[in-house]
């Protein structure tokens, strides 16, 4: 069986992409994380839905990940 290796990301983790948002930020926090992965903007706090292949492709690097609950 094939499986997609993905990174690992979970909502609150703050990541870079490879390219800056029109507004200038580079940093976006994860809002969702499923078959779409949601990012928020820091810089000017706008919202994008990328899927997850897209996601992947853009990543730069994850800059901080959430400490797993419980
Ligand atoms: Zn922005």
């Given at each position: 069986m094939a499986f997609i290796r993905v990174t690992p990301i979970q909502v609150g983790d703050v990541v870079r992409l490879r390219k800056p948002h029109?507004?200038?930020?580079y940093d976006w926090t994860v809002v969702r994380v499923g078959a779409d992965v949601g990012l928020k903007c820091h810089t000017c706090g706008r919202r994008v839905l990328l899927t997850r292949r897209e996601f992947e492709r853009r990543?730069?690097?994850?800059v901080s990940a959430t400490q797993p609950t419980g």
């Amino acid at each position: 069986m094939a499986f997609i290796r993905v990174t690992p990301i979970q909502v609150g983790d703050v990541v870079r992409l490879r390219k800056p948002h029109p507004c200038g930020g580079y940093d976006w926090t994860v809002v969702r994380v499923g078959a779409d992965v949601g990012l928020k903007c820091h810089t000017c706090g706008r919202r994008v839905l990328l899927t997850r292949r897209e996601f992947e492709r853009r990543l730069e690097k994850v800059v901080s990940a959430t400490q797993p609950t419980g």
